[in-house]
C-alpha cells in the first residue's frame, strides 16, 4: 500500500483526510508552504506536516492536492512540471458513481454523491456532500460544487466555477467559467462568465 501525502492545505483538507482514512489507506504528512499555519481537527492532531523544503518525491507514495478551484489551478501545474508527479482523485466509498461516468486526476468525491451516467469530472475538481450531477453534466477543471446542490442533466459547468450549497441547476444549462452561484439559488437559464448569481429564479448580482 502506499504513502498518501496531501500537498498544501486548505479549509476542505479535513475531509480529504477523512476519505483517506475510510478507504483505509496509509496517510503520511502534509507538506504545505506554513505548517504553522495548518489547523486540523483534533482527529488528526498526530499527522506529521511539513515545509517543502524538506519534500523529495518516493516511489512508493500517492499525492492529493489540498487545495480546491482557483488555488488548485495556480498550483497544480508548476507542482507537476516541477516534481514530475500526479495528483491522485480521492473518492468516497459511498459515492454513487455510474460507470459510464468519468472523473479527471485530482479531483475529489465526498460521500453521498450521485454521478449519473455520461458525466465528465474535469482535473481538480471538488465534489460535495451530498451533491447530484445528472446524465450528460460536463464539470470543466477547478469546478467547486459544495454540498447538497443539484444538477439536472446536460448541464455544462465551466472551468473554475463554484455552485454553493444547496443550489440547483435544471437541465440543457450552461454555466460560464469563473462563475459564483450562491447558496440556495435556483438557475433557469444559461449564466455568463465572470458573474455571480443568487435567487429563485438567479440573477446576476448588480
Known amino acids: 500500500m502506499k ?40 482527529v488528526y492532531s498526530s499527522v506529521l506536516v511539513e515545509s517543502w523544503d524538506a519534500f523529495s518525491p518516493q516511489a512508493n507514495e500517492t499525492y492529493f492536492c489540498g487545495l480546491i478551484g482557483k ?33 479527471g486526476l485530482g479531483s475529489v468525491i465526498s460521500a453521498g454523491v450521485i454521478i449519473a451516467s455520461s458525466v465528465i469530472i474535469g482535473k481538480g475538481c471538488f465534489v460535495g456532500l451530498g451533491v447530484i450531477l445528472g446524465h450528460d453534466t460536463v464539470l470543466e477543471d477547478y469546478v467547486i460544487i459544495r454540498a447538497g446542490a443539484k444538477l439536472a442533466g446536460h448541464i455544462t459547468v465551466k472551468e473554475g466555477t463554484i455552485i454553493d450549497m444547496g443550489a440547483t441547476i435544471i437541465e440543457d444549462v450552461q454555466i460560464g467559467s469563473d462563475v459564483v452561484v450562491e447558496a440556495g439559488a435556483v438557475v433557469l437559464k444559461n449564466v455568463s462568465s465572470q458573474t455571480v448569481v ?6 446576476i448580482k448588480q
Open 71 to 103: 488555488k488548485a489551478r495556480e498550483f497544480c501545474q508548476p507542482i507537476q512540471n516541477n516534481f514530475g508527479i500526479q495528483f491522485t482523485c480521492l473518492i468516497h466509498p459511498h459515492a454513487l458513481i455510474s460507470p459510464t461516468a468519468k472523473i
Open 3 to 42: 504513502n498518501c501525502i496531501i500537498l498544501e492545505w486548505d479549509d476542505h483538507t479535513n475531509e480529504l483526510l477523512d476519505i483517506i482514512s475510510v478507504q483505509g489507506h496509509h496517510f503520511k504528512k502534509i507538506v504545505c508552504q506554513q505548517p504553522s499555519r495548518v489547523q486540523l481537527s483534533s
Open 198 to 203: 443568487s435567487g429563485i429564479p438567479a440573477k
